[in-house]
C-alpha cells in the first residue's frame, strides 16, 4: 500500500515568509511524528499527534513553529516568519501505535525547505 | 529528557568485515531501541530494533545487542557489502505498553559507515 507522503518535496521560501508542511500518513496510523534533520546532522524530534491531539510538543524549537492535524490523519507544520536556520529537510513518520506493542515508525520522503 | 550519543562518526571498513556502531542513552525509562539506516537522498528506514527485555537480537548480517545496566546498545554488521554503505542512525524512546502514549524517536547523530572495495 501507500507509505508516507509529504509535499512539497522541496520548498525555497524568503527569510520572514511563512511555510506550510503536509504530511499525510500510511491510512489507518493514529501516531504521526515531525522531526527535522539539518545538514550532516542527526534528526531532531519536533512533535508526536496521537489522533489529532499533540500530546508532546516539546521539540518545537520557537513559538514560530506550529503543528496540526485534522480527521486523524493529514497534518500541516507551520513556520511562521522563516529564518535561515530553519533550512533543513523536515521529515514526518507514521506509526500504528496499536496498545500493548511497540511500533515501528515509517518516514516520508521529507520536504527540503531552503530560507533564503 | 533522553540524550543519545553515538559513535563512531564516520566509520570506514574493508569489504567483507565487520562493522560495529556504538550508543550510550541516558534515560532508564526508555525500552525500545531501533536502528535506522538511511541512504543518500532517501528516508530513513528500520533495519532491526530491540526490546528492553531482550539482550540481543539477530537477523541475518546484522545484530543488535543491548545492556540496560550500562546502557548502552550496539550494531553489529558482519561480512559487509557495498550496499551496507549508508548513515545509521540508532534511537530510544521510553514507549508504553499500554500504546496510549509514545513519545518520539530521540536519535544519535549518525554513523557514515563506508564499506572499501
Known amino acids: 500500500g501507500a507509505g508516507v507522503s509529504q509535499s512539497p518535496s522541496n520548498k525555497v521560501t524568503e527569510k520572514g515568509k511563512d511555510v506550510e508542511l503536509r504530511c499525510d500518513p500510511i491510512?489507518?496510523?493514529?501516531?504521526l511524528y515531525w522531526y527535522r534533520q539539518s545538514l550532516g546532522q542527526g534528526l531532531e524530534f519536533l512533535i508526536y499527534?496521537?489522533?489529532?491531539?499533540?500530546?508532546?510538543k516539546s521539540g518545537l524549537p520557537s513559538d514560530r513553529f506550529s503543528a496540526e492535524r485534522t480527521g486523524g490523519s493529514v497534518s500541516t507544520l507551520t513556520i511562521q516568519r522563516t529564518q535561515q536556520e530553519d533550512s533543513a529537510v523536515y521529515l514526518c513518520?507514521?506509526?500504528?501505535?496499536?496498545?500493548?506493542?511497540?511500533?515501528?515508525?515509517?518516514f516520508g520522503p521529507g520536504t527540503r525547505l531552503t530560507v533564503l | 529528557g533522553e540524550n543519545v550519543e553515538q559513535h563512531p562518526s564516520t566509520l570506514s571498513v574493508q569489504e567483507g568485515d565487520s562493522a560495529v556502531i556504538k550508543c550510550t542513552y541516558s534515560?532508564?525509562?526508555?525500552?525500545?531501541f531501533p536502528w535506522y539506516k538511511q541512504e543518500l537522498g532517501k528516508r530513513p528506514q528500520l533495519i532491526i530494533d530491540?526490546?528492553?527485555?531482550?539482550g540481543e537480537k539477530k537477523d541475518q548480517r546484522i545484530a543488535v545487542t543491548l545492556n540496560k545496566t550500562a546502557k548502552h546498545f550496539s550494531l553489529h554488521i558482519t561480512e559487509t557489502q557495498p550496499e551496507d554503505s549508508a548513515v545509521y542512525f540508532c534511537?530510544?524512546?521510553?514507549?508504553?505498553?499500554?500504546?496510549?502514549?509514545?513519545?518520539?524517536?530521540?536519535f544519535g547523530k549518525g554513523t557514515h559507515l563506508i564499506i572499501q572495495p
Open positions: 513518520a507514521s506509526s500504528l501505535q496499536a496498545a500493548f506493542s511497540y511500533n515501528e515508525q515509517f
Open positions: 491510512s489507518g496510523h493514529t501516531a
Open positions: 499527534f496521537q489522533g489529532n491531539s499533540a500530546p508532546d
Open positions: 534515560d532508564s525509562a526508555s525500552n525500545y
Open positions: 530491540i526490546r528492553s527485555n531482550v
Open positions: 534511537a530510544a524512546s521510553p514507549q508504553m505498553y499500554s500504546g496510549g502514549g509514545a513519545d518520539g524517536l530521540t
